[in-house]
């Protein structure tokens, strides 16, 4: 399975900032996907990140909030604009690998916004 | 409306003996589950799949099980070990859910295996 690093792997901000979180794959993938995991929670998808076309956002996320880059096959980022501690959270990116629906992850950023 | 359940927060089991994890589901669309297993701080590490047209998947200590008229799969570690302690997510795709292509996840069991 590909290698996936984010970075940063923590952060505290502070409510009104933003945070650029970087997504690197060790092999080009066509499809990236960034979910969300509150404290508490299950991960939810916010996302889908395919290179060349515009992310297609889940029910309840905006591109507004939540902008995504997918420059190539292997690199993507996710922004979390103008942070309230709601969004606070660990953010994940994964990648489909396979003839199957398997995703595999990153190891995560968590975020706390002061 | 949470479309895949777990509804075991936690499950304590003793080492060796076989650790039972449950999940259901309601959206009749999906057609493909998977468990993740997750530790802190670490992202999570896939473990086993099954497509809907299987009621059952093998992978060394791994198996999962799936029903499908009670919309309900399980997945059984034998004999389980200390390093199996972590969270287990299970996940379905296929459904409206999660997207076209994401995956849509249950809250997790947390696994403590006891010495």
């Known amino acids: 399975s590909a290698v996936i690093s984010q970075k940063p792997s923590r952060d505290i901000c502070q409510r009104g900032t933003s945070l650029t979180i970087q997504c690197q794959v060790d092999?080009?993938?066509?499809?990236m996907f960034w979910y969300r995991q509150q404290p508490g929670q299950s991960l939810t998808l916010i996302a889908t990140?395919?290179?060349?076309?515009?992310?297609?956002?889940e029910s309840g996320f905006v591109i507004d909030k939540f902008p995504i880059s997918r420059p190539n096959l292997t690199f993507s980022t996710l922004t979390v604009s103008n942070m309230s501690p709601e969004d606070s959270s660990i953010y994940l990116c994964?990648?489909?690998?396979?003839?199957?629906?398997?995703?595999?992850f990153g190891p995560g950023t968590r975020l706390t916004v002061l | 409306d949470q479309q895949v359940k777990q509804n075991s927060p936690s499950l304590s089991v003793q080492e060796g003996r076989i650790s039972i994890l449950n999940c259901d589901y309601t959206?009749?669309?999906?057609?493909?589950f998977l468990w993740y297993k997750k530790y802190p701080a670490e992202g999570p590490t896939f473990l086993i799949s099954?497509?809907?047209?299987?009621d059952k998947n093998e992978d060394g200590r791994f198996t999962v099980f799936l029903n499908k008229s009670a919309k309900h799969l399980s997945l059984h570690i034998v004999p389980s070990q200390p390093g199996d302690s972590a969270v287990y997510f299970c996940?379905?795709?296929?459904?409206?859910?999660?997207?076209?292509?994401?995956?849509?996840f249950g809250k997790g069991t947390h696994l403590i295996i006891q010495p």
């Open positions: 959206n009749s669309m999906f057609d493909y």
């Open positions: 990140a395919n290179q060349g076309s515009e992310a297609t956002y």
């Open positions: 092999s080009q993938v066509t499809m």
């Open positions: 099954i497509s809907s047209i299987k």
């Open positions: 996940a379905a795709s296929g459904g409206s859910g999660g997207g076209a292509d994401g995956l849509t």
């Open positions: 994964s990648v489909r690998q396979g003839a199957a629906d398997t995703q595999y």
